[in-house]
């Protein structure tokens, strides 16, 4: 078994674990119950973790993951200042901590 993936987001780690079981990738989830029923998760070790039973089929999964990890900012969302890390309502086009502008897209058309 190998670990491929954690997040202390324990609903992606679920989603990521579904996408691959419909892929027939085989899946184990540790830490699952303790990040569900903990509430607040306090330490990194507790983070929900996604393992790969099969290590044959390790890179097919990673590729699965990378497409659906792959960072897509939609208009409308928020948006994290690289400075300093807040959380910026996609109305504001500069950090209202910090000033600094809001990142532009790698494509623009
Ligand atoms: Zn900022």
């Known amino acids: 078994m190998r670990k491929i993936f954690e997040s202390i987001d324990f609903a ?20 699952y119950d303790l990040a569900a029923t903990a509430g607040v998760i306090a330490a990194s070790d507790c983070y929900p973790e996604l393992w790969i039973i099969d290590e ?5 999964a990673e590729r699965i993951i990378e497409s659906y990890n792959s960072p897509a ?3 409308g969302s928020t948006w994290i200042c690289f400075t300093c890390k807040n959380e910026v309502d996609s109305n504001f086009d500069a950090c209202w901590n910090c000033s600094v502008p809001r990142p532009k897209k790698e494509k623009q058309t």
Not at 14 to 20: A, E, F, T, V
Not at 21 to 29: D, N, R
């Open 73 to 75: 900012p939609e208009s």
């Open 12 to 31: 992606r780690v679920g989603l990521l674990q579904s996408i691959l079981e419909s892929e027939g990738i085989g899946t184990l989830v540790k830490n």
């Open 56 to 60: 044959a089929k390790f890179e097919q």
